[in-house]
């Protein structure tokens, strides 16, 4: 599987104490799902596999939003700040099951849009930007121009991740 199919939930900021533990900043919205997992797959920052490590310890750093991880395979602080800026990922069907309704943004990214009244094809979802209150869909319209729906209920009608598409209404000025 390539860098690119993976997902990143991780990464190794440095070593903690002088036994080998590593300090592991979470880069997922469920950094709880580490207290579940049993091994960590650490790649290079350029993308190849580094290694695999098997957790024994797991405590969170108080204050930090870090955890403090124990490998089988590291015994002393040295060989943990080795580790430094390795990143862990894992393989997409690992992800966190989300609720109905709740998609991975690479789930949409691709997906037609279409517009919920006539059918007609808008365009191809390739941007979704977070912003305060809301996302923004980025749709690259078949003229290439890039038109600009905010992810609300108004406007997004149904996603069909299955099928492929997001069907939308356009309120009034919305796609000029």
């Keep these: 599987m390539s860098c690119k199919e993976l997902v990143t939930i991780g990464r190794i900021v440095g070593a903690h104490g002088i036994r080998g533990e590593l300090r592991l900043l979470p880069l997922t ?35 930090k ?18 580790l430094r800026g390795g990143i862990v990922m894992i393989d997409p069907e690992e992800r966190v099951e989300l609720p109905e309704g709740f998609y991975w943004v690479d789930d949409l990214i691709g997906l037609d849009v279409m517009d919920v009244e006539g059918g007609d094809r808008l365009g191809v979802l390739v941007e979704i ?48």
């Design 29 to 63: 919205d469920f950094p709880d799902r580490f207290n579940h997992m049993n091994h960590l797959n650490v790649y290079r920052p350029n993308g190849s596999f580094w290694c695999r490590l098997t957790i024994n310890s797991l405590r969170e750093h108080v204050g």
């Design 65 to 82: 939003k870090q955890f403090i991880v124990g490998v089988d395979e590291i015994a002393d602080r040295d060989e943990a700040e080795n």
């Design 129 to 176: 930007m977070p912003t305060g209150s809301n996302d923004v869909y980025v749709v690259e319209a078949c003229d290439g121009k890039r038109h600009m729906l905010p992810a609300i209920s108004e406007v997004v009608k149904e996603i069909n991740v299955e099928e492929g598409f997001i069907k939308v209404h356009l309120m009034e000025g919305l796609w000029e």
